[in-house]
C-alpha cells in the first residue's frame, strides 16, 4: 500500500503488549488448553456450574437431528448450489444459553424441531466479573463442547469500566496514555466523546487516539481466561491492530460486526487490502468472518463473494442478517428472498438472526445491554427468545433442504 496503516510507534506498542500476554505462542496455547471440554468442567465444578452443565449434557442428548428430517424427506443435494451455515445471536450468558438448550431438547419429536445453530453470538459486556467468575466460561463449555457449534462470538465493548491499575499497567507497557473517568470501586472507564455513553458508538466501538490497544488487551484476557477465540465489534483501527497482532496467532479471530458492515464491494475492497498488509504465512487472516450490511443486495454479495475468491485469501466467511432487532433497523426488514438468491448463485453464506421477524418484548438491541443483575433475573425468558430465532433458522434450514441446499446446523444436530 502507498502508506503504511500502521506506524513503527503503534507497532511497537502492540509488540509490547503481546509479549505482556506471554507472546504468541503463549497465547495461542492457552487458548487450546483452555478450549479442551474436561478442563472447563474442572474449572466450572469448582466455581459452582457443574450441575448446569450436567444438565446442558443430558438435554443435549435429546437434541433433535438435521439427518432424521433428511431421510423423512428424501433430501438430496445439489452440489452446484452454495451452502448455508447457521448463526443465531444473543446467547447472553450461561443462564440463556442453558435455558435455550433446554428449549431445542424439548422440541424434539414436534412439528417443529430445532436445530442447534452451528455459530453464535453473545452480546455481553467483557467485564471481568464475566470473565472470570466462570459465567463466560460455562457459556462457552454449553455451546463448544456440548453444542458443539463451531463458532462463538464474544463481543468486546471497550467503554466498559476496568480497574484503574490495569489502565496504568496497560500505559507503562505500551508507553500510550489513556483519557479515561472515574467509576466506582476502583475502577475508571475510557471516555468515549462521541456519545458520552458507557457504550460509546452505540456498541463501545470508538477507538479514537490509542483505544485500539484496550481492545486488545481485552481480547486477550478473555481467550487467556476462557478459551473464547472469535470476537465481535472491531472498528477500522481495530481491525488493523487485530490483523497485525494476530498475524502469528492462529486460533484468534474476528468478525466484521453489523456496526462496521461493508454495505458494497467498494467498502469490502477496502478491508481485503487491509486483510492482504498483514496475511498470515498460510493465506489465512485473524477475520473470519465479514458482515455484508443490511442495506446490501443479493448481487453485491455476490460479488462480494467472487473478489474474496480472487482475493486469494483463504478460510473468511461472509455473512448476512436474515432478520434483524425491530428497534435495529427499518420495520419488517427480511432477507430471505436475497438469501435464496445468493444460495442459488452458487455462493456460500453464513444465515445469520438477529430475530425471528416477529417482535418480542426482549428481542431488542436493548436487551443486550441490561445490568448483569438484571441479566440474570429474567435470563430464562431470554433463552426463550434466542430459542424463537434457532426455530426460525431451523425453518428456513429445512426450506433450503428441501431444494437441494445443505444447510449447516451445530454438530450435536447430526446423528450421533
Known amino acids: 500500500m502507498k502508506y503504511p496503516l500502521l506506524s513503527d510507534a503503534d507497532m511497537k506498542a502492540i509488540d509490547a503488549l503481546k509479549k505482556h500476554h506471554g507472546g504468541a505462542d503463549t497465547i495461542a496455547g492457552t487458548i487450546r488448553k483452555m478450549r479442551d471440554f474436561e478442563t472447563r468442567k474442572k474449572i466450572l465444578a469448582e466455581k459452582g456450574f457443574g450441575k ?49 438448550i433446554k428449549r431445542i431438547a424439548e422440541s424434539a419429536g414436534s412439528d417443529e424441531p430445532c436445530f442447534a445453530p452451528q455459530e453464535m453470538i453473545s452480546v455481553v459486556a467483557l ?16 455451546a463448544e463442547n456440548i453444542m458443539k457449534a463451531s463458532k462463538f462470538c464474544s463481543t468486546n465493548l471497550i467503554g466498559i469500566p476496568q480497574p484503574e491499575k490495569r489502565f496504568r499497567e496497560l500505559e507503562a507497557i505500551t508507553g500510550e496514555k489513556f483519557v479515561r473517568y472515574e467509576c466506582e470501586n476502583g475502577t475508571c472507564a475510557l471516555t468515549l466523546k462521541n456519545q458520552g455513553t458507557p457504550f460509546g458508538n452505540f ?11 484496550i481492545y486488545l488487551d481485552g481480547v486477550t484476557r478473555t481467550a487467556l481466561a476462557t478459551g473464547g477465540d472469535f470476537f465481535l465489534n472491531p472498528s477500522w483501527s481495530t481491525i488493523i491492530a487485530v490483523c497485525y497482532y494476530g498475524r502469528d496467532i492462529p486460533n484468534l479471530h474476528i468478525k466484521i460486526s453489523m456496526l462496521l458492515a461493508t454495505q458494497n464491494p467498494m467498502q469490502f475492497r477496502m478491508l481485503l487490502n ?10 489465512t487472516s485473524p477475520i473470519y468472518e465479514i458482515n455484508i450490511g443490511n442495506g446490501s443486495t443479493a448481487d453485491n454479495f455476490i ?12 478460510g473468511v466467511s461472509l455473512a448476512a442478517h436474515i432478520y434483524i432487532n425491530p428497534d435495529l433497523g427499518i420495520p419488517d426488514f427480511n432477507w430471505t428472498d436475497h438469501m435464496f438468491r445468493v444460495l442459488q448463485s452458487g455462493t456460500d453464506m453464513t444465515f445469520k438472526y438477529e430475530s425471528d421477524g416477529t417482535a418480542h418484548e426482549l428481542d431488542t438491541m436493548a436487551t443486550y445491554f441490561i445490568s448483569e443483575e438484571e441479566r440474570d433475573e429474567i435470563g430464562r425468558d431470554i433463552g426463550e427468545v434466542i430459542f424463537n430465532k434457532a426455530i426460525r433458522a431451523s425453518k428456513d434450514g429445512r426450506a433450503m433442504m428441501k431444494k437441494g ?10 446423528k450421533h
Do not use: W
Request: aromatic share 8%; glycine share 8%.
Open 52 to 100: 448446569m452443565i450436567e444438565e446442558a449434557e443430558a438435554y443435549a442428548r435429546d437434541f433433535p437431528q438435521v439427518e432424521d428430517f433428511e431421510k423423512e424427506n428424501g433430501i438430496t443435494y445439489d452440489d452446484s448450489l452454495g451452502t448455508a451455515t447457521s448463526q443465531v445471536s444473543g446467547f447472553q450468558g450461561a443462564k440463556v444459553t442453558h435455558e435455550c
Open 127 to 142: 467485564t471481568d466479573n464475566y470473565i472470570y467468575n466462570g459465567d463466560l466460561l460455562a457459556t462457552l463449555t454449553m
Open 203 to 213: 456498541g463501545g466501538i470508538e477507538v479514537a487516539n490509542n483505544n485500539h490497544l
Open 274 to 283: 487491509i486483510m492482504n498488509e498483514y496475511i498470515r504465512e498460510d493465506g
Open 303 to 314: 460479488q462480494c463473494a467472487k473478489e474474496l475468491d480472487a482475493s486469494g485469501i483463504k
Open 405 to 414: 441446499i445443505r444447510a449447516i446446523f451445530a454438530e450435536s444436530a447430526q
